[in-house]
């Protein structure tokens, strides 16, 4: 068997880079706190979950927001309704990223209409898809009223101003860089509301 030696030097150096790290690990994962998020992401996981949402959720990390992302926010076990129903309530801001399923999605349709009836400021991404082409499906699944309150807010979500984003013309990067300083200047404008 081999052993390696290591200088004093070399010691001080590992354990300076491991302190270092540990110092860069954040104690609490982001789906362990429980403060109130900035900015809510509603998307399609299977559209966009890897691309505009996920990388919108970094970006606005980094710029030391609080973003909600489910799969970055919640952990096994959570509550999926009342995790995400909690989040948009006391969230500042939505960005809702509009995709080519994202009408098939109870899920969103859910959102979406929570962030209407919430009267929250929301900023639209029509990610592959124009307004006008956004529409439900009555495939009787969904109960009735339900259905009214979903059609109401994709008529409301339509007729906001928002981003539009071809995924084979557009740049990814653009959009993002976009859509967060939007986010950022709403976020400024409403705490300077409060002074």
Known sequence: MHTQRYSSAAMKMMNFHRNFLALQTPTNPPHM???ACDVFINHRGIDTKRTIAGLLYD???RLNRQPFLD??????GDKLFDNIDNAIKNCKVGVTVFSPNYCKS???LHELALFMESNKKIIPIFCDIKPSQLAIVDDRKVPAKDLERFKFALEEAKYTLGFTFDSL????SDVVTNV???VIESLTEMENKKQ
């Open 59 to 61: 970006r606005l990390s």
């Open 169 to 172: 013309k557009g740049n990814l």
């Open 71 to 76: 799969n970055k926010n919640m952990k096994p």
């Open 180 to 182: 967060s300083d939007i």
């Open 33 to 35: 706190t429980n403060r």
């Open 106 to 108: 109870y899920f969103c």
